[in-house]
Every structure is written in C-alpha cells, then in structure tokens.
C-alpha cells in the first residue's frame, strides 16, 4: 500500500480578538497586507503575525519564517507496518501511533511546528530515501501546497519516473 497523509489540525489566531488588540496597542492592522493579498488560513494568521513584528513586512509566507516555531500543524499518515517507522523517523516529530482495521497497516498523528514539518519534508522529499517514504512527504507537502503554503519549502518539485518527485 502507498502511504498517505492529511492535514487534520493546525494553530489558528483569534483573529478578531488579535486584529483588535493589534489596532489598539499598535496603531495599525497587521492585517492590511494579508487582506490585500486575500489570504486566508495559516497563510493570513503567518502574514498578520509577520506584520505585528514589523508593519512593512512582506504579506509573503516565504518570509515568515521567523514565526515558524508559532504555529504547529498535525497530520494523520496511514501505512504499511513495515513502512511507518521510516516515515516517522523522518519526521523527528512527536506522534500517536495506532493499529487500523486492516491488516498490517498502521495510523499515526504527528503534531509539529511548521519550522519541523518544513525539514521533514525537504528531507523526505529526497532520493536519499524509500520510494514508499518519497511518497508519503510528496503527499504532505501536497496538503501543505493546498492550504497556500508550498511556498514554505523554498524549492519546486521534479518529476521522477517513479510517479514521485523531489523538492529541489
């Protein structure tokens, strides 16, 4: 069975509660850029934190950066037995791990920050590593390109024959 992944949780920002405070302590919106950008998301919540640190900062994710450690993303990994110990070890993340209903397959949460989540990734999206571990961070980076993040990962994926890719 090829692993998969989905993005169950991620922090959020009280917007409402922090866009007020913010306007009231700092004199403007950290939100501006974000709203200018249409944002949404962990993209708006890193955008607006970017903002409250420094008002001309980029509305950009890329340079968000510094505020990696603020946010953690969970992330449901289903796989072979055999398998999901590599994938894990990758991840260097903390996890949950549990059986399933079918036979030799295991389910795991892992929670970490976005700066953690960044380095498994470009780790596991190597050539270095098991096909079936390549298929499992092609996956997770893929969920993290959905919710507007793919920016995070600095590099552009490359086409394997294998139906895989690398970040480069």
Known sequence: MNPTALIMQSSVLDNQAFLAASIE??????????DAYKLEGLP??????????????????KEAN?????FSVGCLILADERDL?????????PFALTETISRG?????VSGTLRQW???VIKGCTDEVPRYVRVCYDTIYLQFRSIGLESIFDRKPFNLNDHTFLLE
């Open 44 to 61: 708006f919540d890193l955008s607006c934190l970017m903002a409250f640190k420094d008002k001309e900062a980029s509305s950009g994710v």
């Open 118 to 120: 960044r380095s498994a």
């Open 85 to 93: 110990p590599e994938i894990l070890e990758i991840s260097a993340m």
């Open 25 to 34: 302590m700092l004199g403007y919106s950290p939100a501006r850029k974000a």
């Open 105 to 109: 397959t295991q389910s795991a949460f």
């Open 66 to 70: 510094s505020v990696y450690e603020l």
